[in-house]
Each structure stands twice: as structure tokens, then as C-alpha cells.
């Protein structure tokens, strides 16, 4: 999954959320359980640590499959979606290495 290493201080962090959250075309995709993930159209504060975005005009996010379970697309991702299959790092959530709509 493409990634973009950022060195901030506390305001840099203040003005990037503003920025983010400013954006319509941004969500962010936040843990909503034991490998459940939401997307999110603001965050109250940025904290050390990885944030996975979604770029809506992107398209919808992809649902990996595992064994018999197809791959498919997250139905609504605001309402949420319990993931199929993890990536390498579990706490990230996991669409790919090559999903456009979404990075972390």
C-alpha cells in the first residue's frame, strides 16, 4: 500500500487536520473493532502514528476475499465493514498494494 512518511510538530499536525478535513474528497478509515474499519469525514486530532485516507472521486473501496469469499467492494463504508483478508501490519487496514482510492 502506497504510504507518505510526514515529519511534523503539533502545529503542522493542527494545520494538516484542517487541511483534511476541509477536503469533501477525503475520509479517513478508522478502526472500528477487531479488523472492523469506518470511514470518517473528520478527526478531532492527529496524533503520532498512521492514518489510512480515502480519495472519494477515487472510487469505491475493495473488500478482499480469502479462500472461498470472492473479493468485492466495501458496500458502505460509512457504516463500516468487518475485513476479510489483513495485510501484513493488522492494526492498518488492508485494500491491496495497488488500490487507488485509498492509502495508509
Same mark, same amino acid.
Given at each position: 500500500? %502506497?504510504?507518505?512518511?510526514?515529519?511534523?510538530?503539533?502545529?503542522?499536525? =493542527?494545520?494538516? $487536520?484542517?487541511?483534511?478535513?476541509?477536503?469533501?474528497?477525503?475520509?479517513?478509515?478508522?478502526?472500528?473493532?477487531?479488523?472492523?474499519?469506518?470511514?470518517?469525514? =473528520?478527526?478531532?486530532?492527529?496524533?503520532?502514528? =498512521?492514518?489510512?485516507?480515502?480519495? $472519494?472521486? #477515487? +472510487? %469505491?473501496?475493495? $473488500?478482499?476475499?480469502?479462500?472461498?469469499?470472492?473479493?468485492?467492494?466495501?458496500?458502505?463504508?460509512?457504516? +463500516?465493514?468487518?475485513?476479510? =483478508?489483513?495485510?501484513?501490519?493488522? #492494526?492498518? %487496514?488492508?485494500?491491496? %498494494?495497488?488500490?487507488?482510492? #485509498?492509502?495508509?
Amino acid at each position: 500500500m %502506497p504510504w507518505l512518511p510526514l515529519y511534523a510538530d503539533e502545529d503542522d499536525f =493542527r494545520d494538516v $487536520l484542517s487541511w483534511l478535513n476541509s477536503d469533501a474528497d477525503i475520509a479517513f478509515i478508522v478502526a472500528d473493532g477487531p479488523q472492523r474499519w469506518r470511514a470518517v469525514a =473528520r478527526l478531532e486530532i492527529l496524533t503520532y502514528g =498512521r492514518y489510512c485516507l480515502w480519495h $472519494l472521486p #477515487s +472510487g %469505491p473501496l475493495p $473488500l478482499l476475499g480469502q479462500g472461498t469469499i470472492e473479493d468485492s467492494q466495501v458496500p458502505d463504508p460509512w457504516a +463500516g465493514w468487518q475485513e476479510v =483478508r489483513t495485510g501484513a501490519e493488522p #492494526s492498518d %487496514p488492508y485494500s491491496g %498494494p495497488d488500490t487507488p482510492a #485509498s492509502s495508509g
